[in-house]
Structures are given as C-alpha cells and as structure tokens.
C-alpha cells in the first residue's frame, strides 16, 4: 500500500528527472547556439567605427545573446616599459587615439560583461573630454571617478598593453580583423548573415 506522502515523493522524483532530461538535452543544444565574435579594433579607424556603430551595436541590441563577442581594443601600435616599469603606448593616429583605447579598455575591464553600448559610445570621438561628456554622464558618479582614473594611469595603460600583446600575438595587420568561430571575416559581407549562418537563433 502507497502513502499519499510517498506518492507525492515518487511523482516529485518522476518529475525531477523529467526536468534533468529536459535539461541534459538542452545544454550541448544552447552551447551550440553561441557565436564566438573576436573583433580586434582601434579607437579612431574609421572602418572600426564604421563596423561598431553601423553593424555590432545594432546586431546585438536586436538580437541578444547570440554573440560572445570578445574586443581587442589597441590597433597598430606599440607599447614599452621603461626603468620604473611604466608603460607608455604609441598608437597609428597618435595619443589621442592611445587616450581612447585606454578608456575602451578601462570600460571592459570595469564591466566585464556589458560594456559594448560604452565601447561604441567612445569609438571614434575626437578627444578623451568628448568621451567623458558623452559616454559616461549616465553612470553613477562613482564609476565615472574610477573610469575617469582609469584611462588616465598606469592602470589603464597597462591594459592597453595586454591588449597589444593579444593583438600581435594573433598576427592582426589591418583594423578592425574579425573572426567568427575562428574563421576570418571579410569586412565587407554584412555582419549579420555570417553571424547567423552559425546559428538556429536568427
Ligand atoms: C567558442 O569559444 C569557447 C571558449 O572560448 C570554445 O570553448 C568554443 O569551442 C568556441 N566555439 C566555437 C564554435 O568555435
């Protein structure tokens, strides 16, 4: 004779490994779904601006969590330490653009999963001044004060440079490079139907 009390355990336990089967099942299956998207960019290349502003930004906010997008913020360039282990960078179109990669790269690092709406914010803009004024007014104060530090230190130098070692170490010789599942993508296709070519989400 079954208890109502073990009844209930027996449909609780026939349910749960319903649920675990439905679960095992659906994990390879959404694995599979993300997109790995490397783009490596420069803060002040007008085809980088071009793809952020005109392709990236619009695909995710329209299609979200399809990508796992990962942004090497540095370009062509260099960086050296000097007797006190400090870190000066030299970038393609000068300091200013040095002065954005290093905010760029500050925001990433500040916001490890949603940074893309700041790191287009400051793509392209014309003096660090004109990034702070336009990027960071809506964050709380605070963040503004570390953001603000950041990219005018060692701090956010030193992250330009391993952005710099992640850039060379790839071999990257224009800007932006990009690949998709590790395949390199032509800048001129659209950026959407490559993406999608890799997933059911689209
Ligand atoms: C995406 O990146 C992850 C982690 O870097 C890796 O394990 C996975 O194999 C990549 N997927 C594809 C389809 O390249």
Not at 13 to 30: G, K, N, Q, R, T
Not at 192 to 197: G, R, V, W
């Amino acid at each position: 004779m079954i208890t109502l009390f073990q009844a209930v355990i027996i449909l609780q336990l026939h349910y749960f490994s319903e649920m675990l089967i439905i679960l095992l099942l659906a994990i390879p299956f959404v694995a599979a779904q993300q997109v790995n998207v490397t783009i490596f960019t420069e803060s002040q290349c007008p085809y980088c601006t071009k793809l952020l502003r005109e392709q990236i930004w619009p695909f995710y906010v329209t299609r979200p969590g399809i990508m796992n997008l990962q942004i090497v913020a540095f370009g062509k360039g260099n960086c050296d330490y000097d007797y006190n282990r400090n870190f000066h960078c030299k970038c393609m179109h000068g300091p200013t653009e040095c002065d954005l990669n290093r905010l760029q790269n500050c925001a990433m690092s500040y916001f490890p999963r949603r940074h893309l709406g700041l790191v287009t914010c400051i793509q392209g803009l014309k003096t660090l001044r004109e990034a702070f004024g336009k990027c960071l007014s809506r964050l709380s104060p605070r963040t503004q004060q570390k953001l603000i530090e950041c990219s005018t230190t060692q701090t956010g130098e030193l992250l330009s440079y391993y952005s710099m070692v992640n850039t060379h170490r790839a071999g990257v010789r224009i800007w932006p490079t990009m690949y998709v599942n590790g395949v390199f993508f032509d800048r001129n296709y659209p950026v959407e139907t490559k993406i999608c070519e890799n997933t059911d989400w689209c």
